[in-house]
């Protein structure tokens, strides 16, 4: 009788059978939490990954834009020029003002990323030299050296523009 209470008092060990039970389950445990980990990282690369993509894309959707407003206030310009409407010089003053906006969009988006920082540096200068002396040719009035200095001046400076916003773009 003591042999029979002597085994109840002790622990039962595991057998063979419940200690491979028993590995394979840790085992079938720690691929699941190891799969749950890298699909928890590949989930935050790809939302990181859409994140960049929109970012992209808003910059090129500002870079057009503004492109589109830069041509805009010169064809106003010209308008103005010619005709001497001023429904076209408050079409220039207007596209000329929603130009310095998006240009200041596009520098404070492309902030975090100092070569496209570097771009609109360059660009910011032309476009704010462009406009401005469209705006004095304006001012000026229909004149034929007005005329010939929009003409022949500022052709150069409307190609940089153009040239250094299409290469933001690309």
């Keep these: 009788a003591s042999a029979q209470v002597s085994e109840e008092a002790r622990p039962k060990r595991f057998g063979r059978v419940e200690a491979k039970i028993l590995a394979g389950f840790i085992g079938a445990l720690a691929l699941l939490f ?12 790809y939302v990181n990954a859409l994140a960049w993509g929109a970012h992209s894309q808003a ?6 834009e503004l492109q589109s407003l830069v041509s805009a206030a ?29 240009l200041a969009a596009l520098a404070n988006l492309v902030s975090d990323n100092p ?37 022949i ?8 523009i153009g040239l250094a916003i299409a290469d933001f773009i690309a």
Excluded: C, H
């Design 34 to 45: 190891l799969g749950g980990g890298y699909t928890y990282q590949s989930s935050a690369r």
């Design 74 to 102: 010169e064809a106003a310009a010209q308008g103005f020029l010619l005709t001497g409407d001023a429904r076209e010089q408050e079409e220039f003053a207007a596209r000329r003002a929603e130009a310095a906006s998006k």
């Design 115 to 151: 070569e496209q920082t570097a771009r609109v540096e360059r660009i910011r200068p032309l476009v704010e030299t462009g406009l401005a002396q469209l705006g004095t040719e304006i001012t000026l009035g229909a004149r034929a050296s007005a005329w010939a200095g929009l003409a």
């Design 59 to 64: 910059v090129a959707v500002l870079a057009n």
């Design 153 to 160: 001046g500022n052709v150069q400076i409307r190609r940089q």
